[in-house]
């Protein structure tokens, strides 16, 4: 699986790791069974990690995280990206909000403010729910009108992911 990473710093001294990790041709056909006239298309899973755990993390990372993932959307124009959100435990001052709410609520501001660019470069999006009752997470996939007739074989796979 070949990747593309980033480390974004929020000048407050704490870091985003971003890591982008494509499927390799291999995996298409087994993991996602797309068939292989489709195989050209690239499938890749967004990793982001806060890189101090407890320390807060500046509001500036999100927006320049943002900016580096549309570039990544113009860089790779025939590709399918994932984000799934971590159910790990996360301090936050919101306690009654469960982690994986919150990171969600987090990326779903972030994203409602770029939702103008992605839609001037044609991308498109689809919000899932992963997991097994009781351990549920978030997840959205986004994809080109042109990924469309296959982008229900990345959505199952996410969905089975995590039995």
Not at 11 to 22: D, I, K, S
Not at 25 to 39: A, Y
Not at 140 to 155: D, G, K, M, Q, T
Request: negative net charge; hydrophobic residues 40%.
């Amino acid at each position: 699986m070949e990747s593309v990473e980033t480390l974004i710093s929020d000048n407050e001294g704490n870091h985003l790791v971003v890591v982008l990790n494509f499927y390799d041709d291999g995996q298409k056909i087994d993991t996602f069974q797309i068939p292989s006239e489709f195989t050209n298309l690239e499938i890749a899973d967004i990793a982001i990690e806060k890189l101090y755990l407890d320390h807060p993390l500046g509001l500036s990372a999100f927006n320049r995280m943002c900016q580096w993932l549309i570039e990544q959307f113009l860089q790779f124009p025939n590709t399918v990206f994932s984000f799934i959100c971590s159910t790990d435990s996360l301090e936050t001052n919101h306690r009654n909000i469960a982690p994986e709410q919150y990171r969600w609520d987090l990326f779903e501001y972030f994203y409602q403010h770029n939702i103008d660019k992605l839609k001037i470069l044609g991308i498109e999006s689809k919000d899932i729910i992963v997991g097994p009752d009781g351990y549920q997470s978030f997840a959205r996939v986004f994809y080109r009108r042109s990924h469309a007739p296959i982008i229900h074989l990345v959505i199952s796979h996410l969905e089975n992911k995590y039995p």
